[in-house]
């Protein structure tokens, strides 16, 4: 479970009073009872929270001995606090908690002089960043604040630093594998350098990347990877880059969604990561492919397509090809909110592909005249739409009609579609219908709308 920020600052606050009760009450006097155990502490500490003292006169005195308590416990060292507290039998979680609130606590007054820096602007004028009205000289000692805290957090915990931390623990093991500790330090190092770096091109940019801009994250890229290449090993670097490619983030919904197995995600990913990097990289440059560029784009997006029908045939291929449309995306989420099998999206997404058949086969009919054709594409679109309220039901076929409606009007109106490959859709129109007292009808035409991979 993922804790809010109101959430994890309340957590953090009781933690550390948790810790002042417990040194408190742990203090030797000429009175004292046994040391309380962590166990005990914690079930004095919910009865106390279900069961508060009846006037807020009577908990003045117990707080004022938990201030001094405090005052003892906490010498600035870090470490020695942090060495305390496990020797006191705290768990790692609660150690960590406590040193985190006290780093906070240092870096509270850094971030709140940041705060008064603020570029104020019109809400209708962009800010030429990501990160509201935050000038870069402000976003630069933002960053610089995380990594003193990252650094702070490191020496007084060590290991547990991350340990201690289910949540960063998961997210390291899925980025960097079984990578050792001192590696995974050495590549978050680069990590940080290079976004830095992109993100003064970027910033300096203000949202208008030029071939220039360009060309430098390219450089930087280039550089990334040989500075990675003197940490890692050949292998270690090529589990590196597959697990943080562009390509994976890219293929996960899809292979998540045909369930691929390792073998599957590493062919898929051998194949289009090459074609990714020349053609869909941000730092490629390319605004304008001239038609020599386009046949050299289509062969190489041919031969992508020739190897994955090798590597996972025809069915997985078929899978693979449908889950990475947007479209059948949209249909399966659809489906997903309206608690339906998948089986549905799967009909769905076949009805449209039949649809798509079956208009261009009435299109080319020659042996209908041109208000038949227009006469039976009407029949099939309502059909078509009449098939997906009764597959996905009334609500849910009612929210995907809304995105199906931009090809299934075209249909409506007298036109044949074509779903390409990649995304984007092809229609070919009859001519419109003769106006009274017209000789001829108007000419009809072919229209392609191309979506965005």
């Known amino acids: ?15 550390a009073a948790l810790v002042v009760v417990y040194f408190n009450r742990a203090a030797p006097s000429a009175s ?14 919910k009865s106390e929270t279900l069961n508060p003292k009846p006037s807020l006169a009577s908990a003045a005195s117990p707080l004022e001995g938990d201030a001094k308590a405090w005052s003892t416990l906490e010498s600035g060292d870090l470490r020695a606090l942090a060495a305390r507290l496990r020797a006191a039998g ?26 008064t820096d603020t570029e104020e602007k019109p809400f209708w004028v962009a800010d030429g960043n990501f990160s509201g009205n935050l000038g870069p ?13 990252t650094r702070l957090l490191k020496e007084a915990l060590g290991e547990d630093a991350f340990a201690a931390d289910q949540n960063t623990s998961d997210y390291q093991r899925r980025r960097y594998g079984d990578l050792r500790r001192e590696k995974i330090d050495q590549l978050q190092h680069v990590e940080e350098d290079y976004n830095e770096l992109r993100n003064q091109v970027h910033t300096a940019a203000k949202d208008l990347m030029l071939p220039e801009d360009r060309e430098k994250i390219a450089l930087l890229e280039t550089e990334k990877r040989a ?24 293929l996960r919904t899809a292979l998540t969604a045909m369930n691929a197995t390792e073998d599957e995600f590493r062919a898929i990913y051998k194949a289009q990561s090459a074609y990714d990097e020349k053609y869909n990289s941000a730092s490629s440059g390319i605004t304008y492919f001239s038609s020599d560029m386009m046949k050299d ?6 031969r992508v397509t020739e190897q994955l029908k090798l590597a996972l045939g025809d069915q997985r291929f078929a899978e ?24 549905a999206a799967v009909q769905v997404y076949d009805l449209r592909a039949n649809l798509s058949k079956e208009s261009n086969r009435i299109f080319a009919d020659t042996a209908l005249t041109v208000d038949q054709k227009r006469t039976a594409l009407q029949s099939l679109a309502q059909n078509t739409r009449a098939q997906i309220t009764s597959t996905l039901g009334a609500d849910a076929g009612r929210s995907y009609l809304q995105v199906a409606a931009n ?8 036109g044949a579609v074509t779903f390409n490959p990649g995304g984007g859709t092809s229609t070919r129109s009859l001519p419109t219908a003769r106006p009274p007292g017209a000789t001829a009808p108007a000419p009809g035409g072919t229209t392609t709308i191309i979506r965005g991979q």
Not at 137 to 149: N, Q
Not at 231 to 242: A, C, G, K, M, R
Not at 320 to 343: C, G, H, K, M, W
Not at 408 to 413: A, C, I, K, N, S
């Open 1 to 15: 479970m993922k804790l809010t920020p109101l959430l994890l600052a309340a957590t953090l606050a009781a933690n």
């Open 90 to 115: 705290f768990p790692p979680s609660i150690v960590r908690a406590v040193i985190s609130a006290q780093i906070n606590a240092q870096m509270r007054p850094r971030m709140e002089a940041l705060g």
């Open 32 to 45: 004292a009872a046994p040391a309380t155990s962590a166990a005990e502490l914690s079930a004095h500490s």
């Open 320 to 343: 693979y090809t449908r889950d990475s449309d947007r479209e059948f995306q949209t249909i399966s989420r659809v489906a997903q909110q309206a608690n339906l099998p998948a089986t």
């Open 227 to 250: 500075d990675l290449a003197k940490i890692l090993s050949p292998q270690e670097l090529e589990d590196y880059l597959v697990r943080t490619s562009t390509t994976t983030n890219r």
């Open 137 to 149: 000289k402000v976003l630069a000692a933002i960053r610089e604040t995380g990594r003193e805290t």
């Open 297 to 302: 784009r289509q062969a190489d997006q041919a």
């Open 407 to 414: 090809w299934l009007d075209r249909v409506e109106r007298g």
